[in-house]
């Protein structure tokens, strides 16, 4: 998550540490919120610590139902936009909000149980169950078209493009960061998978439908994924993920997995829109700045006819000529 200063001559104190402290304030307050009044306490979301010199934080959820998790994420997105804007700050859950910082991502960590209750990805001697292996391959077969969904604006694109701050190939692995879907290291009962595609600026409700059904219909068809990446051949690579949101549209159009999951309807629908805001853009170049960030700001200022996003001042990233904020810091 990120936060814009709302006076641009205070963008240096949040180097300091009464500017830390106002952070903390923040956080103190939201998540005195979101404890038990918002969200469930089971799905209470943890600040992890931030980390300097951009204040970086990062955010759990602990685990539930599908639909639950991603209202948590709403609730929880709404508030912090909400509590930062009391602060004197805004907050934003854009991709890349930052020309020369790592993105924000949206990481899930899937699991499935049995009508018995026992974990679906592990067989009875504890080993994983080929099952895993088909969701995986669910999963690499409907990526490229996958990421108009997991980053649905042509801003989103600019973290994909760092191989360094998100994977930019259909690769998996175990308990490797660097792949678009991980094993972590756990005992049997709690083996899962993390689909580390997501960015922050994807919608929960559609990112949790697209991972489930194609997940489950690499089941039901036992795709097979290609070979775990090892970093020492490059030959195990899968193929590079789409680099803009055009090329994404066009492979999710084109996509018999994900036209299944979500319908020939919906497909068509959300291409014609999302091929809309290309144009806009096109004509726009602080498209992102408005519509991302600005939006961040006004929605928590319902019913003010004169309502703006705080000063910033802007630069042009280096890989693309969409404006990224500069006195801004991160959350």
């Known amino acids: 998550m990120s936060a814009v200063i709302s006076n641009a001559n205070d963008a240096i104190s949040w180097l300091t540490a009464q500017?830390?402290?106002?952070?903390?304030v923040v956080f103190?307050?939201?998540?005195?919120?979101?404890?038990?009044?918002?969200?469930?306490?089971?799905?209470?979301?943890?600040?992890l610590g931030a980390k300097m010199p951009t204040l970086l934080l990062g955010l759990t959820v602990t685990g539930g139902e599908p639909l639950a998790q991603a209202d948590a994420v709403?609730?929880?997105?709404?508030?912090?936009?909400e509590f930062a804007r009391r602060h004197g700050c805004l907050a934003t859950f854009m991709a890349k909000p930052y020309a020369d910082e790592p993105g924000t991502g949206m990481h899930w960590h899937v699991s499935l149980s049995d009508r018995a209750?026992?974990?679906?990805?592990?067989?009875?001697?504890g080993s994983a169950h080929p099952r895993m292996a088909h969701f995986i391959g669910g999963w690499q077969a409907s990526a490229p078209g996958a990421m108009a969904v997991l980053a649905p604006y042509a801003?989103?694109?600019?973290?994909?493009?760092?191989?360094?701050?998100?994977?930019?190939?259909?690769?998996?692995?175990?308990?490797?960061?660097?792949?678009?879907?991980?094993?972590?290291?756990?005992?049997?009962?709690?083996?899962?998978?993390?689909?580390?595609?997501?960015?922050?600026?994807?919608?929960?409700?559609?990112?949790?439908?697209?991972?489930?059904?194609?997940?489950?219909?690499?089941?039901?068809?036992?795709?097979?994924?290609?070979?775990?990446?090892?970093a020492a051949a490059a030959s195990t690579r899968s193929a590079a993920l789409p680099e803009d949101l055009g090329e994404a549209l066009t492979a999710l159009q084109g996509c018999p997995l994900l036209g299944e999951v979500f319908g020939a309807g919906f497909i068509a629908l959300y291409a014609m829109v999302k091929r809309h805001e290309l144009t806009e853009q096109a004509a726009d170049a602080d498209f992102a700045l408005r519509h991302l960030l600005g939006r961040s700001y006004t929605a928590g200022r319902r019913g003010s006819a004169n309502a703006s996003p705080p000063?910033?001042?802007?630069?042009?990233?280096?890989?693309?000529?969409?404006?990224?904020p500069s006195r801004s810091c991160c959350l």
């Not at 500017?19 to 903390?24: F, T």
């Not at 709403?74 to 936009?81: E, G, M, W």
């Not at 209750?117 to 001697?125: K, L, W």
């Open 155 to 230: 801003h989103s694109y600019l973290r994909i493009r760092r191989p360094d701050a998100s994977p930019t190939h259909a690769d998996w692995g175990h308990d490797d960061r660097t792949v678009a879907f991980r094993i972590p290291q756990s005992n049997p009962a709690n083996r899962r998978l993390e689909h580390r595609l997501p960015g922050g600026d994807a919608n929960p409700y559609l990112t949790l439908a697209l991972m489930l059904g194609t997940g489950l219909m690499g089941m039901e068809q036992q795709l097979e994924p290609r070979s775990a990446r090892n």
């Open 19 to 24: 500017g830390i402290q106002r952070v903390e």
């Open 74 to 81: 709403f609730r929880f997105k709404r508030l912090a936009r």
């Open 117 to 125: 209750g026992h974990n679906a990805f592990t067989a009875d001697d």
């Open 311 to 324: 000063e910033t001042r802007q630069r042009p990233c280096r890989s693309t000529r969409k404006i990224a």
């Open 28 to 47: 103190a307050d939201l998540t005195s919120v979101a404890r038990g009044k918002v969200m469930d306490t089971a799905n209470f979301v943890e600040a």
